[in-house]
T-cell receptor, first 114, second 113 residues
Framework: AQTVTQSQPEMSVQEAETVTLSCTYDTSESDYYLFWYKQPPSRQMILVIRQEAYKQQNATENRFSVNFQKAAKSFSLKISDSQLGDAAMYFCAYRASGNTPLVFGKGTRLSVIA | EAQVTQNPRYLITVTGKKLTVTCSQNMNHEYMSWYRQDPGLGLRQIYYSMNVEVTDKGDVPEGYKVSRKEKRNFPLILESPSPNQTSLYFC????????????FGPGTRLTVL
């Protein structure tokens, strides 16, 4: 079964600095999708960024970017110019193609220090 | 506004009293899913539905039922709730199950006493 591991239960970053959240996954599939979701105190799940495994180029969304290393099965999230509003729980998630469930990691709680 | 709605947002109930958490999406999505979120465990899938009248078990289906009679609605039913079902529940939908982003509802905090 596929698993997603987030090895950092908690992280902190100074406002305006850069932070990287780690995620590794285990799969034997070649075609799959990876996601980072943000869960602020409101508890809503918000999609931050998405990566298709067949694309070599790393996805970028404004201040958020990923470092996708397919061979290493690694999918880290980099947040640049951190803002107070970035404080949240961040979940890494994996889904293979076809009729398969979305598998989540256990999350990393990010604190942003003013 | 495209959205997934859940009701109720908060519910406190007692063991054994049947309850239903509703989920509705207005995006004409075929795929809908229910997750539960527990501290230290992340989100785990309970049930999912590929389309109307098609439902399948996820990772933790025990104690739950679902139905998909209409495309937009996917209620979660707890026939006889127990304290171990105290959790935060999310409904989600997407156009297709694997390639598309899932849109999550706001969550339902359920407490079973």
């Amino acid at each position: 079964a596929q698993t997603v591991t987030q090895s950092q239960p908690e992280m902190s970053v100074q406002e305006a600095e850069t932070v990287t959240l780690s995620c590794t996954y285990d799969t034997s599939e070649s075609d799959y999708y990876l996601f980072w979701y943000k869960q602020p105190p409101s508890r809503q799940m918000i999609l931050v960024i998405r990566q298709e495994a067949y694309k070599q180029q790393n996805a970028t969304e404004n201040r958020f970017s990923v470092n996708f290393q397919k061979a290493a099965k690694s999918f880290s999230l980099k947040i640049s110019d951190s803002q107070l509003g970035d404080a949240a729980m961040y979940f890494c998630a994996y889904r293979a193609s076809g009729n398969t469930p979305l598998v989540f990691g256990k999350g990393t709680r990010l604190s942003v220090i003013a | 506004e495209a959205q997934v709605t859940q009701n109720p947002r908060y519910l406190i109930t007692v063991t054994g009293k049947k309850l239903t958490v509703t989920c509705s999406q207005n995006m004409n999505h075929e795929y809908m899913s229910w997750y539960r979120q527990d501290p230290g465990l992340g989100l785990r899938q309970i049930y999912y539905s590929m389309n109307v009248e098609v439902t399948d078990k996820g990772d933790v289906p025990e104690g739950y039922k679902v139905s998909r009679k209409e495309k937009r609605n996917f209620p979660l039913i707890l026939e006889s709730p127990s304290p171990n079902q105290t959790s935060l529940y999310f409904c989600a939908s997407s156009i297709r199950p694997s390639t598309d982003t899932q849109y999550f509802g706001p969550g339902t905090r359920l407490t079973v006493l």
